[in-house]
């Protein structure tokens, strides 16, 4: 029987890294209108990775106008969705004194490797749900307290982008549980601050934003922004969640069991769970999506950039824009690429080990290998390291019954063919839907009354197409895997030492040659 709706349509806004994309859905799914706004991401030095707030929150304004612009009906209601991990220093004015730093900004690296060394870094772990990793705002807050203390000291609050793109719509200063549960400074048992993780961090509880849910309803907006958008006043505000959570909702992974695989520049696999915990050895995070649903999981930073390296420095003679050319190219090596293996760590990695610290390295090469192989084996190297977040979701007490993928891999049918065979296990590929954006509508739906629980996802979710393992293809990567896995730690030595080594090497071709 289908699920019973009252009609409206709301406005699923994701804060991505590099775009805001606004999408409207009615209760039935459909999308009615999108809109992209894209915005850059900024490296000023070695492992800076920032953004400028007042350009994400104009892409927020300008994707929001248009899709309002483009709808025949009347806006239920907003919600939103950003990336996690951002950090922005406010002013008593509320306006931002320092940069958003990114997810992917590793200047904090050596105050996170401090935190991981020390016997507290793994209860701190399973305590916050977050891993003791550059990513996180803990140790980017240490990154601060150390080396810019005058700065430090200035900022009267300390929040995410998504925080403050609303603290500009609705003039209130919130955090959602689940944005919070990835800053590393929320006990994710108690849904309140950690107090060991402040001290550490230096702040107090009153420099972060308010503790609200994910489905928080907030008043409405204030007359400038309202102009801004061209939406009234009244129109109701879901403070929504994290991108990682709500991929799960929008590919309608919402039962334990089901498990949410994306692979776009980067790559993810979430599972839900009812209840909030980490694995033993913490190679998984455990992040909020509403007080009786977590997702369980670990990202990874090298996806489909792999494949576009690949290109570059293998096959340059294919183009910019080769990308079927060289999967086709990979398809001409065979499963288990001759016995090559690459360690796709082209920037360092989190999940399952969570350090900054490795390369990317091919072990096996023979003068047989040919650039198929290298080509495949990168590809295959990236599918066996979600292969490895996966045995830590078990690891965490997880059963796994079922996949569904997204993402821009998911065009290629060997990429699907070899997730499935290095996963061991069905994967699904649902169809149409933009994943974070819709399970951010579907989630302000859900707070908003027009529908009775989010999960309607996994009904109103249509799947395109189930690929199965190849079982003679599948007993190759099987028997690799443990050999993959082990090769990480027996080259951390050679990590390190090349850590030490590359400031003083060369990167440029010498010009007088």
Same mark, same amino acid.
């Given at each position: 029987?289908?699920?019973?709706?009252?009609?409206?349509?709301?406005?699923?806004?994701?804060?991505?890294?590099?775009?805001?994309?606004?999408?409207?859905?009615?209760?039935?799914?459909?999308?009615?209108?999108?809109?992209?706004?894209?915005?850059?991401?900024?490296?000023?030095?070695?492992?800076?990775?920032?953004?400028?707030?007042?350009?994400?929150?104009?892409?927020?304004?300008?994707?929001?106008?248009?899709?309002?612009?483009?709808?025949?009906?009347?806006?239920?209601?907003?919600?939103?969705?950003?990336?996690?991990?951002?950090?922005?220093?406010?002013?008593?004015?509320?306006?931002?004194?320092?940069?958003?730093?990114?997810?992917?900004?590793?200047?904090?690296?050596?105050?996170?490797?401090?935190?991981?060394?020390?016997?507290?870094?793994?209860?701190?772990?399973?305590?916050?749900?977050?891993?003791?990793?550059?990513?996180?705002?803990?140790?980017?807050?240490?990154?601060?307290?150390?080396?810019?203390?005058?700065?430090?000291?200035?900022?009267?609050?300390?929040?995410?982008?998504?925080?403050?793109?609303?603290?500009?719509?609705?003039?209130?200063?919130?955090?959602?549980?689940?944005?919070?549960?990835? =800053?590393?400074?929320?006990?994710?048992?108690?849904?309140?601050?950690?107090? @060991?993780?402040?001290?550490?961090?230096?702040?107090?509880?009153?420099?972060?934003?308010?503790?609200?849910?994910?489905?928080?309803?907030?008043?409405?907006? =204030?007359?400038?922004?309202?102009?801004?958008?061209?939406?009234?006043?009244?129109?109701?505000?879901?403070?929504?969640?994290?991108?990682?959570?709500?991929?799960?909702?929008?590919?309608?992974?919402?039962?334990?069991?089901?498990?949410?695989?994306?692979?776009? =520049?980067?790559?993810?696999?979430?599972?839900?769970?009812?209840?909030?915990?980490?694995?033993?050895?913490?190679?998984?995070?455990?992040?909020?999506?509403? @007080?009786?649903?977590?997702?369980?999981?670990?990202?990874?930073?090298?996806?489909?950039?792999?494949?576009?390296?690949?290109?570059?420095?293998?096959?340059?003679?294919?183009?910019?824009?080769?990308?079927?050319?060289?999967?086709?190219?990979?398809?001409?090596?065979?499963?288990?690429?001759?016995?090559?293996?690459?360690?796709?760590?082209?920037?360092?990695?989190?999940?399952?080990?969570?350090?900054?610290?490795?390369?990317?390295?091919?072990?096996?090469?023979?003068?047989?290998?040919?650039?198929?192989?290298?080509?495949?084996?990168?590809?295959?190297?990236?599918?066996?390291?979600?292969?490895?977040?996966?045995?830590?979701?078990?690891?965490?007490?997880?059963?796994?019954?079922?996949?569904?993928?997204?993402?821009?891999?998911?065009?290629?049918?060997?990429?699907?063919?070899?997730?499935?065979?290095?996963?061991?296990?069905?994967?699904?590929?649902?169809?149409?839907? @933009?994943?974070?954006?819709?399970?951010?509508?579907?989630?302000?739906?859900?707070?908003?009354?027009?529908?009775?629980?989010?999960?309607?996802?996994?009904?109103?979710?249509?799947? @395109?197409?189930?690929?199965?393992?190849?079982?003679?293809?599948?007993?190759?990567?099987?028997?690799?895997?443990?050999?993959?896995?082990?090769?990480?730690?027996?080259?951390?030595?050679?990590? =390190?030492?090349?850590?030490?080594?590359?400031?003083?090497?060369?990167?440029?071709?010498?010009?007088?040659?």
């Amino acid at each position: 029987m289908p699920p019973v709706t009252m009609p409206g349509v709301v406005i699923g806004v994701d804060i991505g890294t590099t775009s805001t994309k606004a999408n409207a859905y009615d209760t039935a799914g459909k999308q009615l209108a999108s809109h992209l706004v894209g915005y850059p991401l900024n490296n000023p030095q070695p492992g800076y990775a920032e953004q400028d707030p007042q350009l994400i929150l104009e892409a927020v304004f300008k994707s929001i106008s248009m899709v309002a612009a483009e709808l025949a009906v009347p806006v239920s209601g907003l919600a939103f969705c950003s990336a996690m991990h951002s950090l922005i220093g406010l002013d008593p004015a509320g306006d931002p004194i320092t940069p958003s730093l990114t997810w992917a900004d590793s200047r904090s690296t050596r105050q996170a490797e401090r935190l991981r060394a020390v016997p507290s870094g793994l209860a701190l772990h399973r305590r916050t749900g977050t891993p003791m990793h550059p990513m996180s705002p803990l140790p980017k807050l240490l990154w601060f307290a150390e080396q810019e203390p005058k700065l430090f000291e200035s900022v009267t609050h300390w929040v995410g982008i998504k925080d403050w793109v609303l603290l500009r719509l609705c003039d209130t200063l919130v955090t959602d549980h689940s944005i919070a549960s990835a =800053t590393g400074l929320l006990n994710i048992h108690r849904l309140e601050w950690d107090s @060991e993780a402040l001290a550490i961090a230096g702040i107090t509880e009153e420099q972060l934003p308010r503790l609200v849910a994910t489905t928080a309803v907030l008043p409405g907006l =204030t007359p400038q922004a309202a102009a801004e958008i061209d939406l009234p006043q009244h129109t109701p505000v879901v403070v929504g969640a994290g991108d990682g959570p709500l991929a799960n909702l929008g590919l309608g992974a919402v039962h334990p069991g089901m498990v949410a695989c994306s692979i776009g =520049t980067s790559g993810a696999m979430r599972v839900m769970v009812e209840r909030p915990g980490v694995d033993p050895l913490g190679g998984v995070f455990c992040y909020a999506l509403t @007080e009786h649903r977590w997702a369980v999981g670990g990202a990874i930073n090298n996806g489909g950039i792999v494949l576009k390296w690949a290109g570059a420095a293998l096959a340059p003679d294919l183009g910019e824009h080769s990308e079927e050319d060289l999967v086709a190219l990979a398809a001409r090596a065979p499963a288990g690429s001759g016995g090559l293996i690459m360690l796709p760590y082209l920037h360092s990695e989190r999940a399952p080990h969570w350090s900054a610290l490795p390369r990317g390295a091919y072990v096996g090469l023979t003068h047989a290998h040919r650039r198929e192989h290298l080509i495949r084996a990168a590809m295959e190297g990236v599918c066996q390291q979600l292969a490895l977040v996966l045995s830590s979701v078990r690891a965490a007490g997880n059963e796994v019954h079922e996949v569904r993928a997204s993402g821009g891999f998911a065009r290629s049918g060997l990429w699907r063919q070899m997730l499935a065979d290095v996963l061991g296990l069905p994967v699904s590929f649902p169809a149409g839907h @933009e994943g974070s954006s819709f399970g951010a509508a579907l989630l302000g739906m859900q707070a908003l009354g027009l529908i009775p629980s989010i999960d309607v996802a996994a009904d109103l979710v249509r799947i @395109e197409e189930t690929v199965r393992p190849d079982p003679a293809a599948a007993a190759t990567y099987a028997a690799l895997l443990p050999l993959f896995a082990e090769l990480y730690d027996a080259l951390v030595p050679a990590f =390190t030492s090349m850590r030490r080594l590359a400031p003083g090497l060369p990167t440029d071709p010498d010009p007088s040659r």
